[in-house]
């Protein structure tokens, strides 16, 4: 399966291949080409940040992430379009970093890491995913060498996709990359954050939207509604 190398979020659509059909559907799902791959790169912010007041933030896909000014599932209607990312927005600049999946469709994530003094861990929130591979390089990577890598067979030596481990946050350690599975069968805004403290509020943490806005449970008529409000950079805690 190719990965189109000129988009952040990279779509390919396949036929599934239901040969293993007889097996547990859990196992099912992952021998199915994945029809959803996402293919995204993370530099961390710099170590010393505290020490010398670096106004160099962490990114992913070259999008500093921030929180929107009111919450995307109650009050989306009411968020600035130009405050999400897109194709427009500056390298490095801040917006709502939000990545739109189909619902039910098979997702695999590959992560990697650009470089950094530590490791980083990852939590997804509404989801567990499969860690079907894992490598790590001892260079940074440019995107379009990891999916030519990817497309040619030659990320990773192998896919575990019999007995993978199940979990919800994954460690990527520096230079890393890992290949995550799960089933985009739960509608919603979720978000996949950096869970090192310093960067809770800016940087590295992205969201997915699976599914449209008809898929999502809506809100009661009554439901308390939020001011515009964006959070301090860093939670004091």
């Not at 939020?226 to 301090?232: A, D, K, L, T």
Request: charged residues 20%.
């Amino acid at each position: 399966m190719e990965v189109d190398k000129n988009m952040a979020v990279s779509v390919v659509m396949q036929k599934p291949n239901y040969m293993l059909m007889s097996l547990q559907r859990i196992v099912v799902l992952l021998v199915i080409l994945a029809s959803v791959v996402v293919v995204v790169y993370y530099t961390p912010m710099p170590e010393e940040y505290f020490e010398n007041c670096d106004q160099s933030w962490g990114h992913t896909d070259g999008h500093r992430f921030t929180y929107p000014a009111s919450p995307l599932l109650t009050q989306g209607a009411g968020i600035p379009p130009e405050s999400i990312c897109s194709s427009n927005t500056g390298q490095g600049e801040e917006c709502v970093h939000v990545k739109n999946i189909r619902l039910d469709s098979t997702v695999e994530i590959i992560m990697f890491d650009q470089g950094g003094e530590s490791d980083h861990i990852f939590h997804l929130h509404g989801y567990s995913f499969y860690v079907v591979a894992i490598q790590k390089f001892n260079k940074t990577l440019e995107k379009d060498m990891v999916i030519k890598m990817n497309n040619d067979g030659t990320l990773f030596p192998s896919r575990n996709i019999i007995r993978p481990v199940l979990k919800d946050t994954i460690v990527i350690p520096k230079f890393g990359i890992v290949s995550l599975r799960f089933q985009a069968d739960n509608p919603g805004y979720w978000l996949m954050r950096d869970e090192r403290s310093a960067h809770w509020t800016r940087g590295l943490d992205f969201v997915f939207k699976v599914g449209t806005e008809k898929d999502f449970v809506q809100a009661p008529s009554d439901f308390p509604k939020c001011g515009s409000y964006v959070g301090p950079e860093y939670f004091l805690i």
